[in-house]
Structures are given as C-alpha cells and as structure tokens.
C-alpha cells in the first residue's frame, strides 16, 4: 500500500489513538520515513500532545470534602424549604378547588343563572381580545371554548350540567398541580442538564 | 499482556466500587458519598483548572460540580461511568462560567516572554536549572491550552490529561464519537499551533 502525503495527514490522527490496523500502520510508518515533511508535521503534533500529557494535577486544599458537605447540606435545606412551600400552594390549591365543587354542588339551582353571567364575560372577553391584537387570541380562544363547554353542559340539565362543571374544575385542578410541578422541576434542575 | 489484565481488573474493581458507593449514597448515607468526593476530587478540580486558569474560582467550581452531582443522585444510573456524570456537569459548569465572564477574564496574549527555545524534557532527576526550564515550559502548555477554544480545549483536557477514553468523553459531552474523536483532533492542532515555538524542530 502507498500512501500520499494527504493521507497520511488524514491517518495521523488515527496514529496518535492507534487506531491503525497493522498493514496501515506499516504504510504509515513507511511514508513517515522517506517523507521529511509529513515525519516533521506528525512529530510536532506528536509532541505537542506529550506536552499536554505532562501538565500535573492541580491537588485540592485540604477542606474540600467538608466544604462540598457544607454546601449540600445547605442546598438540601433549601430544597426542603422550597418543597414545603410547594406543598402549601398545592394544599391551597385542592382546598379551593374542593371548595368550589361543594359550592356548586350545593347550588345547581344557580348553575343557570352562573352560565349565563359568565357566559356574557367570556363573550366581552372575545370581543376585547379582538380589540387588543393577536396578544390575547388565546384568551379569546380559551373563552370561546368555555362558552361551547356550558352550552353543551346546559343542554344536558340540571345534574348534567352540575356533573361537568364539577369534573371541569377538577380538570383543572390537576392541570394547575401538574404546571407548577413541572415549573419547580425546570428551575432546580435547569434545562442545560439533561439527564443530571 | 499481563499489566493489560490487572490493569482491565482495577477498572472493574474500580466500577464496583463506585456502584456501591452510588447505591449507598442515594440512601442518604453521607460517608459514602464523602468517598466519592475524595475518589474524584483531583480530577474534577483539574480539569476546572485547566478550563478556567485561576486557582480559587477552580475550587469554587469543582465544588459545585459536586453539589449537583449530589442533587443528581436520584437519576443517576449506576451502569453509566461516575466520571462522565462528574465531567458533564463540570464541562457544563466551566462553559457556563467561561460563557457569562468571559470578557472580564484577563486576556491571554502571547508576550516576549513566552518566546522560549526548544526545551528537551528530562527523563532522569532534574538539576535546578531544568527544573526551570520544566516550570517555565509548563507555563507555556498552560498558557498554550488556555488559548485553544473552550470547546477543543474541554475534550483535550479529558482526553489527554484525565485520561478518559473516547466512549466516556461522548457519554460526558451528550455527543456521538466521530464528533468527539474530531474534535480532539481539531483540539491537537489548534494545540500544535500555540505551542509553534515549543514543538518546531
């Protein structure tokens, strides 16, 4: 086997790891000898490389250890902290949600009445959006939606109606839970991390 | 063949330890984790050195890399090299930091001063003068590394001063091995072009 210059430029690095099989190496080695260019180009980086290999360890002082101890200790009381707060906002949370499915189960007999107030808001709300630009088209789309939802929840009656209102605030409940949960994950963890 | 062999067995020894120190670790014992800390300390805090050149912000980092490492330990996968979950999260920290201050660093410039001849380095004990010359060559490699791009300079290091191999380093860096073996190449000679007046025959 011949090789040309370009080639063994191309080998060298493979060289350097021993990457070579044994009839390439032979090629390389023979190119290496009769070429002066290539044998000075592939000793620099060869020692280049050995250079590097000799730069010492850099030793710890001698409170490291107990320095990192110190630090997870303290990130682990935070963390505590933070869960505990985690905890209120989601026992607040189930409180008023649990608290509005009592409210409205005890008074179906409103529910006509409710739809139909809150149905005018959602309505102004598509309206405002409109006026207010492509900002608020979500709001505008999520009212839209609501406003179908009752619509549909009315023609069921009474119980129906009272049925879905409750399993719409449970929904969302579990959807409030799970967006701060994933919202506290994010920041402790960051997004840079991946799997650490 | 029979170094390879003892050589394969401490590796092996090494991984089991570090599976039980793991495992121990995520139980909340700390004397465990202490030991990881101790394992690694050296390495970790190296290659910070070697990323950002300044002695205390090093320490402050590997530190660091620690803290997060324990954080960590619940989704730690104990069939995954310790090292790479400590090189990922020191490279990612180093990056970050070299990212957000860089520009208030002290830039790194070539002066006169680094314009040394060629210096063989001694294999037997050295007399005091070439311990000079050895001191004042390493400053030279260290300056030369510094000057090499963050992201050649960071598998470099792994490669060629900690010694990982290539599967680790790609494990650490989240990349495929033909990126990571490129880049080392690159790293070489971009190496290779700082050290011009140190490695020129």
Not at chain 2, 116 to 123: E, F, G, I, S
């Amino acid at each position: 086997m011949r090789v040309r210059c370009s080639r063994f430029r191309r080998w060298s690095r493979f060289a350097i790891d021993g990457e070579l099989s044994a009839k390439e190496r032979e090629a390389f080695e023979r190119h290496r000898l009769v070429c002066g260019d290539c044998r000075v180009e592939f000793e620099r980086l060869l020692r280049a490389v050995n250079l590097l290999a000799r730069l010492p360890s850099v030793e710890s002082g001698a409170s490291f250890t107990a320095n990192v101890m110190a630090r997870v200790n303290r990130a682990r009381q935070a963390q505590g902290e933070e869960a505990r707060r985690k905890a209120s906002w989601v026992t607040v949370t189930m409180v008023v949600a649990a608290s509005a499915c009592v409210v409205v189960g005890w008074s179906e007999w409103m529910l006509p009445a409710i739809v139909s107030t809150m149905s005018d808001g959602l309505v102004m709300l598509v309206k405002g959006s409109r006026v207010l630009g492509p900002s608020l088209t979500l709001i505008g789309a999520l009212s839209a939606l609501l406003r179908a939802f009752f619509e549909t929840a009315l023609t069921l009656g009474r119980s129906g109606a009272s049925y879905a209102l409750y399993v719409y605030v449970l929904t969302l409940t579990i959807i409030l839970i799970a967006a701060s949960l994933t919202r506290n994950a994010r920041r402790r963890y960051g997004a840079s991390m991946l799997c650490v | 063949m029979l170094y390879i062999q003892s050589s394969m067995n401490e590796q092996y020894d090494n991984a089991e330890l570090d599976i039980t120190l793991i495992e121990q670790s995520k139980t909340g014992n700390e004397t465990a984790f202490e030991t990881i800390v101790d394992r690694y300390r050296r390495r970790v805090l190296t290659y910070c050195h070697r990323m950002v050149r300044h002695e205390s912000l090093a320490e402050d980092l590997a530190q660091e890399v620690f803290v997060r490492f324990y954080q960590a330990l619940p989704r730690i996968d104990t069939r995954k090299a310790v090292v790479s979950y400590l090189f990922r999260i020191a490279h990612n920290r180093c990056l970050d930091w070299l990212r957000t201050r860089r520009p208030q660093m002290q830039t790194l410039t070539r002066t006169e001063d680094d314009d040394q001849p060629t210096v063989q380095l001694p294999d037997a004990r050295p007399t005091p003068e070439e311990e000079v010359l050895r001191g004042e060559l390493l400053e030279a490699v260290e300056k030369a590394l510094a000057a090499v791009p963050p992201r050649y300079r960071s598998v470099l290091v792994m490669r060629h001063v900690e010694e990982l191999s290539y599967e680790e380093i790609a494990e650490a860096l989240g990349l495929p091995m033909g990126t990571v073996k490129a880049r080392i190449h690159r790293g070489r000679e971009k190496l290779q072009q700082e050290l011009r007046d140190f490695v020129n025959l």
